[in-house]
Each structure stands twice: as C-alpha cells, then as structure tokens.
C-alpha cells in the first residue's frame, strides 16, 4: 500500500475520532465525573425563590445578623445578641457541594444565643451554609460559602 497525502488524512481522522471516543467513553464510564443536581425537584424550588428573596432582605434590616466562626469544638452559627434566643425557631442547612453524602440538616434549638455544630460533622473543604429562621413571626434567611 502507498502511503499519500490521502491516506495521511484519513489516518488522521480514523485517530481523531478514536482520541474523542476514548474521552467521551471514560467520562460516562467514570464515577469521578459523577456530577449530581443541587435539587431534585429543581423547578419546584426555583418557583419558592422569591420567598427566599424575601426573608433575605428581611435579613438585611436587622440591627446585626447571624454571624459564624470556627473553633476547636465546631463551627458556631451566632444569633444576634439584641433578640431573645428563646423565641427562635427554625432550621440549618449544611450543603456540601463536592459530595451529597455530606449534606445534613439540623433543627434550631438554642440554649444560648448561639448554635454549635460539631466538628466530626464537618469535613475540611467548601460547605454553603442556609440558615432559615422565624423570630416574632418574621421570616429570616442567612446564607453564606465557607471553606471549613
């Protein structure tokens, strides 16, 4: 057989086309590229968005909001001090991004100002924290990214 300039480009697609082959193969093969959804119920959710946006800027008129910090017990979620931590109610989301395992949800029950979750909760790496929370009959929202 006669190798040419026409046998050099079929060769060239017939590599092509085995080179992307092999990647799109690999990545539906692969658990490592397993990529699931925030939200099962996406749409769903994404119609409750306003009252997030809501209890968000409800958030904004408080004197001062929630506040958070890492220490050698957890991570402390602080209410703020000007209101009595008996009245609220509510729940506290933690959203691993990188592993759905991780995800857990807690209810907010106080017994000082502040909420302490603990350490062997928590993985080193991002979490999204969702604070939603009632004081008075008014709704609150906190969210924040941290890197634990």
């Known amino acids: 057989m006669k190798f040419n300039w026409g046998t050099g480009i079929v060769l060239a697609f017939i590599g092509f086309i085995a080179f992307i082959l092999y990647f ?31 209890k968000l800027e409800k958030s904004k008129e408080l004197e001062e909001n929630i506040s958070y910090l ?35 949800e807690t209810i907010i029950s106080l017994s000082k100002s502040n909420l302490l979750i603990p350490d062997n909760r928590l993985v080193d790496g991002r979490w999204n924290i969702i604070v939603d929370w009632q004081y008075n009959g008014n709704n609150y929202l906190f969210k924040e990214s941290i890197t634990y």
Do not use: C, W
């Open 70 to 104: 890492r220490t050698s017990e957890g991570l402390k979620i602080v209410f703020p001090e000007t209101i009595d931590y008996k009245k609220i109610t509510g729940k506290v989301f933690l959203y691993r991004p990188s592993n759905k395992q991780l995800d857990f």
């Open 24 to 54: 799109i193969i690999t990545m539906l093969v692969d658990d490592n590229f397993e990529h699931e959804l925030v939200t099962e119920d996406y749409y769903g959710a994404e119609l409750l968005y306003q009252n997030d946006i809501n």
